[in-house]
């Protein structure tokens, strides 16, 4: 299976959330897609994770960050606001 790094961290996710500006969610669980659902977040703010790397570094937004979110509402931050370089690759597990 493939797997996307991003800089240290590896994930299994198969899609992220994008709210249009600078906020990137990734999530390996479907749980995770429902509560985000269930908050308001629509079916057109959801890619692919191959997406994720190119819609990043095209962000024109200094905010811009990547968390991974986990069920009921915990996040684990994988890039911070302002961090100027972020590395993207993928790895076989």
Known sequence: MRKLQISRFRTTAKQF????????????DNRVKKEMTDEGWEEKEFYPIAMLPEM???????????????PYGGF????????????????NS
């Not at 959330?17 to 390996?28: L, M, N, Q, R």
């Open 17 to 28: 959330a994008f709210d249009g500006c600078h906020k990137f969610y990734i999530f390996e």
């Open 56 to 70: 990043f570094n095209n962000c024109g937004c200094a905010l811009r960050f990547i968390q991974r979110c986990t």
């Open 76 to 91: 684990q931050t994988i890039v911070p606001q302002f961090q100027e370089h972020t590395t993207f690759s993928w790895v």
